[in-house]
Nanobody, 119 residues
Framework: QVQLVESGGRLVQPGESLTLSCVAS????????MSWYRQAPGNQREHVAT???????TYGDSVKGRFSIARDESKNTALLRMNSLKFEDTAVYFC?????????????WGQGTHVTVSS
């Protein structure tokens, strides 16, 4: 079992930067990847960034060049650094983890943290 706790969401102005934090905890699981997704009102959940063991990093097209993910495998944390924020970045941001539990791979989700970009 893995528990994920996100933090750092708040109201910011366009052009500002913000860092979100995700901490994973639990026992019996080997986390193989941590990701960030977001969901704006009325929209489907969108992939933002993934940092997998390796390390292998991927980004969603809408955030490439502005957002970066930093994962600490030893601490099971994942930071999402967001620069040059735009109105359309307003969303609930969710942390997700893929974990190996014996011969099973399971996905876990956090509760989300709200980011509002507004002037």
């Amino acid at each position: 079992q893995v528990q994920l706790v996100e933090s750092g969401g708040r109201l910011v102005q366009p052009g500002e930067s913000l860092t979100l934090s995700c901490v994973a905890s639990g026992q019996g699981s080997i986390i193989t990847a941590m990701s960030w997704y977001r969901q704006a009102p009325g929209n489907q959940r969108e992939h933002v960034a993934t940092a997998a063991n390796g390390p292998r990093v991927t980004y969603g097209d809408s955030v490439k060049g502005r957002f970066s993910i930093a994962r600490d495998e030893s601490k099971n944390t994942a930071l999402l650094r967001m620069n040059s924020l735009k109105f359309e970045d307003t969303a609930v941001y969710f942390c997700a983890a893929q974990a190996l539990e014996g011969s099973y791979v399971r996905d876990y989700w956090g509760q989300g943290t709200h980011v509002t970009v507004s002037s």
